[in-house]
């Protein structure tokens, strides 16, 4: 029997997140009571963060393979295959909890992580992007977290090197306890040098790699698995801190090593750091894992084991090695400036032994810690379905001009340069399209072929009708890399949600999954990776539920791409996809009448998937100018964008309501523009493939005019759309 050194009370189980049937379960897999690092490593390795036990259930639904999948999720990303011997590795994650008790440290590590889950695969990172969610911007926290969260994400991507090519940020006054941090990055690696975590063979050293552990972070994966309250100043030790600069060389170590053949297995030190990775190398292998903690770095003086199975100190991998390799691995990681340390063996007997200062102070049985934590079918309740809202019964504007320049200058609505001003988007070279566009493309290799990129979900729409809502945000990341010209190959998911032991937060999860597993199959868009953020609440207010999707798309070409600009004088304007008719949960209803209800949009995925596909193929022939898709804030929006990313005006006519032609967010549509004597072929072309295609105007001028109700002028839109995020961030709004 091993001693226990602090007595194992209610109240210690209760602040390790353990519920007292969970605890009951742990005496009953070791037939003891746990040591107190016991405790902390059960309640590492059980928690939502790391067990996702309130989820897996329904994320086993999820589409996962398809005909260029090589790793679906289970592994440190997913990876898909892109041709010529190189694959995509991608993945999205959140830091939410920390980045809200310490934005700048919180938003940092949480792109280091992101960077971390890639090229622990073998990939070197070669695009990022980001989530965020921010409270009401009257808030008195809100700027402070805008503040913070943007510069981390700036300072540490920066100084590591990858471009951020994309992302999104919103507020909503649900987010003023909980702000969200949503981080992705993919890395380029070849389709024969992926590495993934399992432990193969018995007797070989276990190695810890890269920075020292210290306490930071100690209780990370628990606090992020558990709403906020009153204390949450309490937990601001629990965020880690971050350097990028460490991690760069940590990139090139590992990446060295890997082309040695050293490497077995390798796992980063991420949520629950030393107990997380060794406990999941080890059980996806059928070893058991003995580590010595006295062989463990530090970089703080009398550490506990408790502390160090726990930290979650940055820049940290675990691997098992091939011994012969020894001596070369050392020396790379030694040039690097890097901690090389064999803390540990592989062994036949199934067990996670933790040894410090000669006492056993853990022995536990590895595959219940991992394969076998709880996982709980919680009672769920269906969101009560929203009214269709007729656009006859909704307000018109009194002046639809004036509407157009809040829709396009207000704060969900303006331009996010000020936010990507801030990150580097041109570094290794690559980037063809900076932030602010439909998606991110980079250049990849030296056959012309490119990457997309785009993240994207409605919350509003969630909120409403968890299942539309999840359609939506798949269909719409989907839209945003079909509109480049690229082909959309898999996806990621971060699934951002409230407390999942209430009814109604589950059954949003619930509904959600269904919506993103729907739209998925229909759209051959698997789901590879992902990470699901449960317990985002504060003193009981749920954030508004919030699937990210995170997409990757392929451009074969990448000189046969379509840009969201107003391009020629002349050109044709067409929409394929019908009018705009549907003004429930629109930005027109929330920003200009001051209204959140009724049904969101429906999603056809049929008709997402044939308008798509034509319009990608018209992209790749050269047949148009300019492609936009339409989402919030409807037709006018999509207007107003594409004439101020080109400097150029236009004018159109729209027939039906007024208000709903021009900010009705019907889905799977797209605005295009084309030369005018290719004009009328596309849209014959449109019609013979059973498509809804109108022509409603031409670009040129200086101001944007849509006949009969509007006119206003380009310079005019582009100052209101550009203005609001600088005027806020330095006081004048």
Same mark, same amino acid.
């Given at each position: 029997?091993?001693?226990?050194?602090?007595?194992?009370?209610?109240?210690?189980?209760?602040?390790?997140?353990?519920?007292?049937?969970?605890?009951?379960?742990?005496?009953?897999?070791? #037939?003891?009571?746990?040591?107190?690092?016991?405790?902390?490593?059960?309640?590492?390795?059980?928690?939502?963060?790391?067990?996702?036990?309130?989820?897996?259930?329904?994320?086993?639904?999820?589409?996962?393979?398809?005909?260029?999948?090589?790793?679906?999720?289970?592994?440190?990303?997913?990876?898909?295959?892109?041709?010529?011997?190189?694959?995509?590795?991608?993945? =999205?994650?959140?830091?939410?909890?920390?980045?809200?008790?310490?934005?700048?440290?919180?938003?940092?590590?949480?792109?280091?992580?992101?960077?971390?889950?890639?090229?622990?695969?073998?990939?070197?990172?070669?695009?990022? =992007?980001?989530?965020?969610?921010?409270?009401?911007?009257?808030?008195?926290?809100?700027?402070?977290?805008?503040s913070g969260v943007v510069a981390g994400v700036g300072g540490y991507g920066n100084s590591f090197g990858v471009p951020t090519v994309g992302g999104e940020v919103e507020f909503h006054s649900r987010y003023n306890g909980n702000c969200l941090v949503n981080a992705f990055a993919a890395g380029i690696a070849r389709t024969d040098g992926i590495f993934l975590s399992k432990a193969e063979g018995v007797g070989l050293p276990v190695v810890y790699l890269g920075a020292k552990t210290g306490r930071d972070g100690v209780g990370g994966a628990t606090m992020a698995s558990a709403e906020f309250d009153?204390?949450?100043?309490?937990?601001?030790?629990?965020?880690?801190? #971050?350097?990028?600069?460490?991690?760069?060389?940590?990139?090139?170590?590992?990446?060295?090593?890997?082309?040695?053949?050293?490497?077995?297995?390798?796992?980063?030190?991420?949520?629950?750091?030393?107990?997380?990775?060794?406990?999941?190398?080890?059980?996806?292998?059928?070893?058991?894992?003995?580590?010595?903690?006295?062989?463990?770095?530090?970089?703080?003086?009398?550490?506990?084991?408790?502390? =160090?199975?726990?930290?979650?100190?940055?820049?940290?991998?675990?691997?098992?090695?091939?011994?012969?390799?020894?001596?070369?691995?050392?020396?790379?990681?030694?040039?690097?400036?890097?901690?090389?340390?064999?803390?540990?063996?592989?062994?036949?007997?199934?067990?996670?032994?933790?040894?410090?200062?000669?006492?056993?102070?853990?022995?536990?049985?590895?595959?219940?810690?991992?394969?076998?934590?709880?996982?709980?079918?919680?009672?769920?309740?269906?969101?009560?379905?929203?009214?269709?809202?007729?656009?006859?019964?909704?307000?018109?504007?009194?002046?639809?001009?004036?509407?157009?320049?809040?829709?396009?200058?207000?704060?969900?609505?303006?331009?996010?340069?000020?936010?990507?001003?801030?990150?580097?988007?041109?570094?290794?070279?690559?980037?063809?399209?900076?932030?602010?566009?439909?998606?991110?493309?980079?250049?990849?290799?030296?056959?012309?072929?490119?990457?997309?990129?785009?993240?994207?979900?409605?919350?509003?729409?969630?909120?409403?009708?968890?299942?539309?809502?999840?359609?939506?945000?798949?269909?719409?990341?989907?839209?945003?890399?079909?509109?480049?010209?690229?082909?959309?190959?898999?996806?990621?998911?971060?699934?951002?949600?409230?407390?999942?032991?209430?009814?109604?937060?589950?059954?949003?999860?619930?509904?959600a999954i269904k919506g993103i597993g729907e739209a998925c199959r229909a759209l051959d868009f698997p789901i590879v990776s992902g990470n699901v953020s449960l317990y985002n609440e504060t003193s009981g207010e749920a954030i508004l539920p919030t699937p990210a999707i995170g997409g990757v798309g392929l451009l074969d070409d990448v000189t046969k791409r379509a840009g969201a600009a107003f391009a020629n004088e002349g050109d044709v304007i067409v929409v394929v996809g019908g009018h705009g008719t549907h003004l429930g949960q629109s930005a027109y209803l929330r920003d200009i009448l001051g209204?959140?209800?009724?049904?969101?949009?429906?999603?056809?995925?049929?008709?997402?998937?044939?308008?798509?596909?034509?319009?990608?193929?018209?992209?790749?022939?050269?047949?148009?100018?300019?492609?936009?898709?339409?989402?919030?804030?409807?037709?006018?929006?999509?207007?107003?964008?594409?004439?101020?990313?080109? #400097?150029?005006?236009?004018?159109?006519?729209?027939?039906?309501?007024?208000?709903?032609?021009?900010?009705?967010?019907?889905?799977?549509?797209?605005?295009?523009?084309?030369?005018?004597?290719?004009?009328?072929?596309?849209?014959?072309?449109?019609?013979?493939?059973?498509?809804?295609?109108?022509?409603?105007?031409?670009?040129?001028?200086?101001?944007?005019?849509?006949?009969?109700?509007?006119?206003?002028?380009?310079?005019?839109?582009?100052?209101?759309?550009?203005?609001?995020?600088?005027?806020?961030?330095?006081?004048?709004?």
């Amino acid at each position: 029997m091993i001693p226990n050194d602090i007595a194992i009370t209610p109240e210690l189980i209760e602040a390790h997140g353990l519920k007292p049937d969970e605890y009951e379960r742990i005496l009953a897999l070791i #037939g003891r009571t746990p040591t107190f690092t016991e405790l902390g490593i059960f309640s590492a390795m059980w928690n939502e963060h790391c067990s996702y036990k309130s989820s897996k259930k329904w994320l086993k639904t999820l589409p996962t393979t398809g005909k260029r999948v090589l790793q679906g999720p289970g592994e440190n990303a997913g990876v898909v295959d892109i041709g010529d011997g190189e694959c995509v590795v991608f993945k =999205m994650e959140s830091h939410n909890h920390p980045s809200y008790i310490e934005p700048y440290q919180g938003a940092a590590t949480g792109v280091g992580g992101i960077l971390r889950d890639v090229f622990t695969m073998g990939a070197r990172p070669v695009a990022a =992007m980001n989530a965020l969610r921010f409270g009401d911007p009257e808030h008195p926290r809100t700027k402070h977290l805008v503040s913070g969260v943007v510069a981390g994400v700036g300072g540490y991507g920066n100084s590591f090197g990858v471009p951020t090519v994309g992302g999104e940020v919103e507020f909503h006054s649900r987010y003023n306890g909980n702000c969200l941090v949503n981080a992705f990055a993919a890395g380029i690696a070849r389709t024969d040098g992926i590495f993934l975590s399992k432990a193969e063979g018995v007797g070989l050293p276990v190695v810890y790699l890269g920075a020292k552990t210290g306490r930071d972070g100690v209780g990370g994966a628990t606090m992020a698995s558990a709403e906020f309250d009153e204390t949450i100043e309490e937990k601001r030790p629990t965020v880690q801190v #971050g350097d990028p600069f460490t991690e760069k060389c940590l990139l090139e170590a590992c990446l060295e090593l890997m082309t040695t053949g050293a490497v077995i297995a390798i796992q980063d030190m991420g949520a629950a750091g030393l107990t997380c990775s060794a406990v999941e190398m080890g059980a996806k292998g059928n070893l058991g894992i003995e580590l010595d903690l006295d062989r463990v770095p530090v970089r703080e003086e009398r550490m506990t084991a408790y502390e =160090m199975m726990l930290s979650e100190s940055q820049e940290r991998m675990l691997m098992v090695l091939r011994p012969e390799k020894e001596a070369e691995a050392e020396a790379i990681f030694t040039k690097w400036g890097l901690d090389f340390a064999i803390v540990g063996v592989t062994t036949d007997t199934l067990r996670f032994i933790v040894k410090h200062q000669g006492e056993t102070v853990a022995d536990l049985p590895i595959k219940e810690l991992g394969d076998e934590a709880p996982e709980y079918d919680r009672p769920w309740a269906e969101t009560p379905r929203k009214p269709v809202l007729p656009a006859s019964g909704i307000a018109e504007p009194d002046d639809y001009a004036a509407a157009l320049l809040t829709l396009v200058g207000n704060a969900n609505g303006a331009s996010r340069r000020w936010v990507w001003e801030q990150y580097d988007t041109l570094v290794q070279g690559n980037t063809i399209a900076r932030p602010g566009g439909d998606a991110g493309l980079i250049r990849v290799g030296d056959k012309g072929k490119g990457l997309a990129f785009a993240v994207d979900v409605t919350p509003r729409y969630v909120e409403a009708d968890p299942f539309e809502g999840g359609k939506q945000a798949v269909a719409e990341c989907w839209r945003n890399i079909t509109a480049t010209g690229a082909d959309p190959l898999a996806a990621t998911d971060n699934l951002n949600f409230g407390n999942p032991e209430k009814p109604e937060s589950m059954g949003q999860l619930v509904g959600a999954i269904k919506g993103i597993g729907e739209a998925c199959r229909a759209l051959d868009f698997p789901i590879v990776s992902g990470n699901v953020s449960l317990y985002n609440e504060t003193s009981g207010e749920a954030i508004l539920p919030t699937p990210a999707i995170g997409g990757v798309g392929l451009l074969d070409d990448v000189t046969k791409r379509a840009g969201a600009a107003f391009a020629n004088e002349g050109d044709v304007i067409v929409v394929v996809g019908g009018h705009g008719t549907h003004l429930g949960q629109s930005a027109y209803l929330r920003d200009i009448l001051g209204r959140e209800d009724g049904a969101p949009p429906p999603v056809d995925l049929d008709a997402e998937r044939r308008r798509g596909d034509f319009v990608r193929d018209l992209i790749r022939a050269g047949r148009v100018t300019g492609v936009h898709d339409v989402s919030s804030g409807g037709l006018a929006v999509a207007l107003a964008e594409m004439a101020i990313a080109g #400097g150029t005006g236009a004018r159109v006519k729209v027939s039906g309501p007024a208000h709903a032609a021009l900010f009705g967010e019907d889905q799977g549509r797209y605005v295009l523009t084309i030369d005018a004597e290719r004009a009328g072929r596309v849209v014959e072309d449109a019609i013979d493939a059973g498509l809804e295609i109108v022509e409603i105007g031409h670009v040129g001028g200086s101001d944007l005019t849509v006949e009969d109700i509007l006119t206003i002028s380009v310079a005019k839109l582009a100052e209101s759309h550009e203005t609001w995020f600088p005027d806020y961030m330095n006081g004048a709004r």
